[in-house]
């Protein structure tokens, strides 16, 4: 049974700044450290469950964070700032399951802590179909796209209910609720890590009836721009339509395409201020 997960890092039980989640930070390798238990903790659980094979998508920041030999279960590691499929890199229908591990809320929720939607400085909010979206929610295009389920979510409460939006049933480790933006309560690390091990063992113990993310087609995929510039950049890419000073959609019957354009509206912005 083979399982990718895609592992972010402001979902993590005690992260609530960027000083701790971004490298060069005071508190970056101490924070590095409490996500590698997290995301070995969701390989555990898998593996009592009979998985037995990974592959870890190191989708944080640079997407460098972690250490290849402390992973759990043998795992792989994809890492490296440039992929073309970003957080989704490395999968493919080979795989059995998904388990997206400390994932946030998305920029449009309601003070989720450390809440952004891929690129903060552009992005305000993003729907699909009218809902709003999150990493996961964006994330489950590609999901959708290669039949492959989304079992486990690991992140605050409102991570968990926008994943849910996408992925009915999913398995969710609640690990922290977040009082704003910038604060959280959390769990101690060591239940943190008990909680997601339980549920990604039952995550894959239920894979069975699992089904893969419920998008309908034709997706509609809208974007709400911080800035005009942002806005008129990704109106220059083909399938990209502009419908106001601060929105754009993303309209078509490919769940993969969708998610590919949208990445590359992520890297256009970003290169408005690299």
């Known amino acids: 049974m083979k399982i990718f997960i895609s592992s972010d890092m402001e979902g993590t039980a005690g992260v609530v700044d960027w000083d701790q ?24 659980g898998a593996m009592r469950a009979g ?3 990974f592959l870890v998508n190191d989708a944080h920041s640079k997407m460098a964070n972690l250490k290849p030999d402390a992973l759990a279960g043998r795992a792989g590691y994809l890492s490296g700032r440039y992929k073309p499929m970003y957080m989704m890199q490395g999968l493919d229908p080979s795989f059995d399951a998904i388990f997206l591990v400390s994932y946030h ?26 809902a709003v979206a999150g990493e996961a929610g964006i994330n489950a295009l590609v999901a959708a796209a290669y039949q492959v389920p989304i079992v486990l979510v690991t992140g605050d409460a409102t991570t968990a209910e926008e994943t849910e939006r996408f992925c ?15 604060s959280a309560e959390a769990l101690h690390p060591e239940a943190a890590r008990d909680l997601i091990r339980e549920r990604a063992r039952e995550a ?29 950049l990704a109106a220059r890419i083909a399938g990209v339509e502009r419908t106001g000073d601060l929105s754009a959609v993303i309209v078509g019957d490919d769940p993969l395409w969708i998610y590919q354009t949208f990445i590359t509206v992520v890297l256009l912005c970003r290169g408005l201020v690299e």
Not at 227 to 232: F, G, Q, R
């Open 105 to 130: 809320g998305s920029m449009g929720s309601r003070g989720s802590v450390l809440s952004h939607t891929y690129f903060p400085s552009a992005f305000a909010e993003v729907k699909i179909n009218g």
């Open 51 to 53: 998985a037995t094979e």
């Open 168 to 182: 009915p049933g999913i398995k969710s480790a609640v690990v922290k609720r977040s009082v704003s933006r910038f």
């Open 21 to 44: 989640c971004v490298i060069g930070g005071s508190q970056y390798p101490y924070y590095t450290e409490l996500l590698t238990g997290e995301i070995n903790a969701a390989i555990e």
């Open 204 to 232: 894959v113990e239920h894979l069975p009836g699992a089904a893969p993310p419920s998008i309908g087609l034709p997706v509609t995929l809208g974007m709400s721009f911080r800035s005009s510039d942002y806005c008129e």
